[in-house]
């Protein structure tokens, strides 16, 4: 370009795209008239020619000439006949249409927009505004100057971004997030709908109370630990279990100084030395957060804690503490009646074993070691009637007991107590005894005789069976 008007140069401004002048003007051109450049190949050989543009409304012309090597582009307005103010008309255009753009634009937002004077009036609203604002007036009345006040000024005053709501009569409450740019004359406001972001509030606000009263009523202590290993949440059990008070908790202590208050009330197992406790400290975090800590603590005073870490999302940690002193004691109980049982039928002469419903050996004494040579309480997980029956075949005369033992403990329902005696291959002749205990039980006991002397009856002779 090695000339123009003011009128072409402000034409050129308001075209779409950025570069040199040529490439600016085809793009504001191109869209108004058809084929541009490829009539514009023409203009060497013709000389001169007019090109009429797109449609029939606002029409222009664009009059090109050249001659000794030079283009000249002129537009006109096809209703005028001054081409001396087309240029100026064209730019005009141009800007009437980017300011109906932006009315468009404004109007179509999603959001409420408006001005503000210095007085607070409102003075200008885009389309959504004034539908809110129609729908508060009241019926029959019309839209006034200046324009109805939809929220307080509480954010026009304050300068900072806020949050109201917006409540019309028979529609449910709207919530906004508004914001505000300070202008010379006013202000310039902005009015987003947070509705979404309000249920979503509401929910999670739900849910942290729905939460928040489901741990408080858990008896299981719970601490979680975010990243930096700081306290962030916990429960009224954490307090009571490790004695800790809920000022302390309250400023967010670290996992290494809750552990520490923890081991000055004696809530943690007492170390041999505290350079091996802060070196467990550590791996207890690290344990935790992997999801493999899980131990069992026994304090001074006889409670007994078991103790399990979690991972959870973005590095957090959870420490859940829960008081089994009572599980403990029941257990140690169990065990007490269990070795006192054992050490009662030990005392006993005759041989006892107890076999449950599907067959397995639960207990058996001291005499029954004793009289069938070995002790099936080292292998009673893999011990069951019938491999103790092949056991009792070996060292006794042949006899159809076993076989009836076998059938005798697999039966389900009423039962009756049998006996039956068997011999030896020592010759003792054994008593025994068969008997239904509760849950589908059976007890078998063994009494041993003296061995038959001279005169007596073969040893290895069966002995025949009878019902009790």
């Known amino acids: 370009m090695i000339d123009s008007t003011s009128h072409a140069r402000a034409l050129l401004a308001a075209s779409p795209i950025t570069g040199a002048p040529w490439a600016r003007l ?43 090597g030079i283009t000249r582009l002129t537009l006109l307005d096809a209703l005028k006949d001054d081409p001396s103010r087309g240029g100026d008309m064209l730019a005009q255009r141009a800007v009437l249409d980017e300011l109906t753009l932006l009315r468009e634009t404004v109007s179509s937002a999603p959001m409420l927009v408006w001005r503000e004077n210095t007085a607070g009036d409102v003075v200008w609203a885009n389309g959504p505004y004034l539908l809110q604002a129609c729908a508060i007036i009241e019926d029959g009345k019309e839209l006034g100057w200046p324009l109805p006040r939809l929220f307080n000024r509480a954010a026009t005053r304050s300068g900072k971004d806020q949050r109201q ?45 729905t939460l928040t009263k489901t741990f408080a009523q858990l008896p299981i202590g719970l601490a979680i630990f975010d990243r930096q290993r700081k306290l962030q949440l916990f429960n009224p059990a954490l307090m009571d279990l490790t004695q800790l008070p809920a000022d302390f908790l309250s400023l967010r202590p670290s996992l290494l100084a809750v552990l520490d208050a923890m081991r000055d009330r004696k809530v943690l197992p007492e170390p041999k030395d505290y350079r091996d406790w802060r070196r467990q400290i550590i791996e207890i975090e690290k344990a935790a957060a992997s999801g493999l800590y899980e131990e069992t603590w026994s304090l001074s005073d006889g409670q007994t804690y078991k103790v399990i870490g979690r991972p959870h999302p973005n590095g957090a940690l959870a420490l859940l503490i829960e008081d089994i002193s009572t599980e403990m004691l029941r257990t140690r109980s169990y065990r007490a009646d269990l070795e006192l049982g054992q050490s009662v039928i030990d005392q006993m002469d005759e041989a006892i074993a107890v076999f449950s419903q599907n067959g397995q050996l639960v207990i058996s004494n001291n005499s029954y070691a004793t009289l069938w040579g070995h002790d099936p309480a080292e292998t009673l997980g893999d ?10 075949r070996a060292l006794s005369a042949p006899n159809a007991i076993w076989a009836e033992v076998e059938d005798y403990v697999a039966t389900v329902g009423d039962r009756d107590c049998w006996r039956g005696e068997v011999r030896l291959l020592d010759g003792r002749l054994v008593a025994c005894r068969f008997s239904p205990l509760i ?14 002397e001279a005169g007596q009856a073969n040893p290895a002779e069966s002995v025949s069976l009878r019902r009790a």
């Open 383 to 392: 011990t069951t009637v019938k491999t103790l029956s092949a056991h009792w």
């Open 165 to 209: 709501s917006l409540t019309i009569s028979g529609n449910p409450t709207i919530w906004f997030d508004l914001s505000s740019q300070a202008e010379t004359d006013g202000h310039l406001m902005f009015a987003v709908p947070a509705d979404a972001v309000v249920q979503a509030e509401v929910a999670l606000r739900d849910f942290m109370q």
């Open 26 to 68: 085809m793009a504001f051109l191109s869209s108004r008239f058809e084929n541009l450049e490829a009539q514009l190949s023409r203009l060497p050989g013709d000389g001169a020619i007019d090109i009429s543009s797109n449609g029939t409304t606002k029409p222009l012309i664009l009059r090109a000439e050249h001659a000794g």
């Open 439 to 452: 849950g589908g039980s059976t007890l078998a006991t063994f009494r041993a005789m003296q061995p038959v």
